[in-house]
């Protein structure tokens, strides 16, 4: 078993400690209540890839409306950048409203919204309403996650939210065929599993329990001349966690957006091969998100294997003489951010309190999905000025090369001063 992890040292008394401690939950209302949450977490997933495979017939159909090459694809994207922006806000509205009431009416609107393009004959109706869907996500998002952190506690929180990131992983793939499927019926069919939500919404109101500030004992209280509503929010450990999650989100989404074109640039352009090795580094992060959940180790120790990973892997591409030897470069990088993406979350859910937890992982989900949004413009930044697609890649190597070091050696001095205090106690 491994030594527990001592508390961040901080200045005020109200610091809370990176692994809290574990109340295991169980029994089948856990399951069922697991099941909603992992469920909803996968509706934002939903929403960014179900309408991929019909952009092309979308695109055609409104072959005549100005601006339709831009048009099409923001109708693909801007749900992200609605997400990025409106998540931490979000949050704050979870924290006062409730997260379970919050997430309730979010999927409704969820279904709303999402299916409006069924009877929208308008392009610019249609990319608005999918905006409006990005707000839908960004609530749903932050509290099914805020919830599993109310909910659970310890590794038993740390293993939920490892599984979040493999739910995410394998529904991104099967939504993607199921966009595919749904699209040879018309460009509009897809948008019909938006009203999956409708059957998710009653039973979360239903089968979620509202938590309660008095469950969470364990964690600090703030003192009697430091009321609950003045206590500080967490601004400076939450900060530096959001900067990295910023990067390691574009070093994630980076494989998973330009993979085609990185074989496309090598002579392959079989969708079935190019399917296969997407596919192969997608099954890469489920696995490192399973290897997060089993070791049993905490986050700051896992943080420089999952930035080495991924910056090794963006070398193998970066120098990959043919397609097999990049697919494998590609599943050792999704292999680190599959390790990466827990770390961060339960970084950051390790720095809040129950008061502060919607709002901070609003933060936290926001600057998540601001870097998948601006991922694809850092990358043709990069390509722009370094020549090649490949090269841009071996920039991001190197990124990912010193973000590994630094947080080497924050880890090795966070290990070092664990003796300290027993040391002097000895003493």
Not at 11 to 36: C, F, I, N, W, Y
Not at 120 to 133: F, M, T
Request: hydrophobic fraction near 55%.
């Amino acid at each position: 078993m491994p030594a527990p992890v001592p508390p961040l040292p901080s200045p005020t008394p109200t610091a809370v400690k990176d692994t809290p401690p574990e109340q295991a939950v169980s029994g089948p209302g856990h399951r069922l209540r697991l099941m909603l949450l992992m469920a909803g977490s996968c509706l934002p997933i939903l929403g960014a890839v179900l309408i991929a495979p019909v952009l092309p017939q979308m695109q055609s159909h409104f072959a005549d409306v100005p601006g339709v090459d831009a048009l099409v694809p923001m109708a693909l994207t801007i749900p992200a950048l609605s997400l990025a922006l409106l998540a931490p806000f979000a949050g704050v509205i979870a924290d006062r409203l409730g997260r379970k009431r919050l997430l309730v009416v979010s999927t409704v609107l969820y279904a709303i919204l999402g299916t409006a393009p069924l009877w929208l004959d308008s392009l610019g109706a249609i990319v608005a309403s999918r905006a409006l869907v990005g707000v839908a996500e960004a609530a749903i998002m932050t509290c099914s996650t805020t919830l599993i952190g109310d909910y659970y506690s310890g590794r038993q929180r740390d293993r939920y939210l490892a599984m979040q990131t493999m739910c995410a992983s394998i529904s991104a793939t099967a939504f993607f065929v199921l966009g595919g499927a749904a699209g040879s019926a018309g460009w509009r069919a897809p948008f019909w599993a938006y009203a999956v939500s409708l059957l998710l919404a009653p039973a979360m109101a239903a089968f979620l329990p509202r938590p309660r500030p008095a469950d969470h004992a364990d964690e600090p209280s703030p003192t009697a001349s430091e009321p609950m509503a003045k206590r500080p929010f967490p601004w400076r450990p939450l900060a530096g966690t959001c900067a990295l999650t910023l990067l390691g989100a574009i070093l994630f989404y980076t494989v998973q957006v330009e993979m085609a074109f990185l074989l496309n640039d090598m002579g392959v352009s079989n969708p079935g091969v190019i399917g296969l090795a997407t596919a192969g580094s997608s099954a890469a992060v489920v696995i490192g998100a399973v290897v997060f959940a089993k070791a049993g180790r905490s986050p700051q120790a896992w943080m420089p294997t999952a930035f080495g990973l991924s910056a090794l892997g963006f070398a193998v591409i970066w120098l990959a003489p043919n397609p097999v030897v990049l697919t494998a470069g590609a599943v050792i990088n999704c292999l680190g951010s599959g390790i990466m993406l827990p770390s961060l979350l339960t970084l950051a859910m390790s720095k809040l309190h129950y008061a502060d937890r919607g709002r901070g992982t609003g933060l936290w989900t926001g600057f998540f999905f601001l870097g998948q949004f601006i991922c694809p413009l850092v990358v043709l930044a990069l390509a722009s000025a370094v020549g090649t697609l490949a090269n841009a890649l071996g920039v991001l190597a190197l990124a990912g090369a010193v973000a590994t070091a630094a947080l080497g050696l924050a880890a090795r001095r966070h290990r070092t001063a664990i003796p300290e205090p027993m040391q002097q106690t000895a003493g």
